[in-house]
């Protein structure tokens, strides 16, 4: 069984300028998460999808990030535009039903200079 | 506010050590509790979880964890690590409906020397 696929794996851009991740979670899996993993820290919820709607986008900074999951399958993050703080590891999770565990990918190492 | 506080930042054992991760957390009502593991270069991965039953929990790499809840506990074990354990330890915790986003603590690194 195929896990969570992420891409890129690294991306490297200036301050001001877009970017896009992308997430194709677990065949099946329902529920998907956008993380950000600081440096030195655990990752931190960003978004929650259910199917395709958002549950839960409180620590989304929406002023510059958005996100969509249009069939229910995979999904997108954007910032426009990044800023140095951005700077971290995005991380993409699925589960389903009552399971509990999340799986994660691979993760996309953001780098703004 | 909920949160997960791992103790320890950085532990450095020799092979053969004991081990032991202290993890508390803070969180309003029934909850579930993991521990991932980062090796090197790799992706999260589930080591245990508890949700239920018996609190002390077997996960794999023979690896457990005690959920104590009078102390809000979920503290890792290992009688005997190897080499091969050097990675990062997450504790984390979710309510217990379905699809609740995890809280992490920040992490722990272990570094395990032959």
């Known amino acids: 069984e195929a896990g969570v696929v992420q891409s890129p794996r690294y991306k490297i851009i200036e301050k001001k300028q877009p970017v896009a991740f992308w997430c194709n979670p677990i065949?099946?899996?329902?529920?998907l998460y956008w993380y950000r993993q600081n440096l030195g820290q655990g990752p931190e919820l960003l978004i929650r999808?259910?199917?395709?709607?958002?549950?839960?986008d409180s620590q989304l900074p929406k002023d510059r990030f958005s996100a969509e999951r249009l069939k229910g399958v995979d999904s997108t993050l954007k910032i426009q535009p990044a800023e140095l703080g951005d700077s971290a590891v995005y991380l993409c999770?699925?589960?389903?039903?009552?399971?509990?565990?999340?799986?994660f990918g691979p993760g996309t190492r953001l780098t703004v200079l | 506010a909920q949160s997960v506080s791992q103790h320890n930042h950085h532990v450095i054992l020799s092979e053969a050590a004991s081990l032991e991760l202290g993890c508390n957390y803070s969180?309003?009502?029934?909850?579930?509790l993991f521990w991932y593991v980062q090796y090197p270069g790799q992706h999260l991965q589930l080591l245990l979880k508890y949700f239920s039953g018996d609190p002390l929990v077997k996960g794999i790499k023979g690896f457990e964890a005690e959920f104590i809840k009078s102390k809000f506990s979920f503290n890792l074990r290992k009688p005997s690590v190897q080499w091969s354990d050097t990675a990062e330890y997450f504790c984390a915790v979710n309510g217990n409906q379905a699809g609740t986003a995890l809280i992490f603590g920040k992490g722990t690194t272990l570094s395990v020397s032959s």
């Open positions: 065949s099946g899996h329902n529920t």
């Open positions: 999770a699925s589960t389903v039903g009552l399971a509990g565990e999340q799986f």
């Open positions: 969180y309003g009502g029934t909850v579930n």
């Open positions: 999808y259910e199917n395709e709607e958002a549950v839960d």
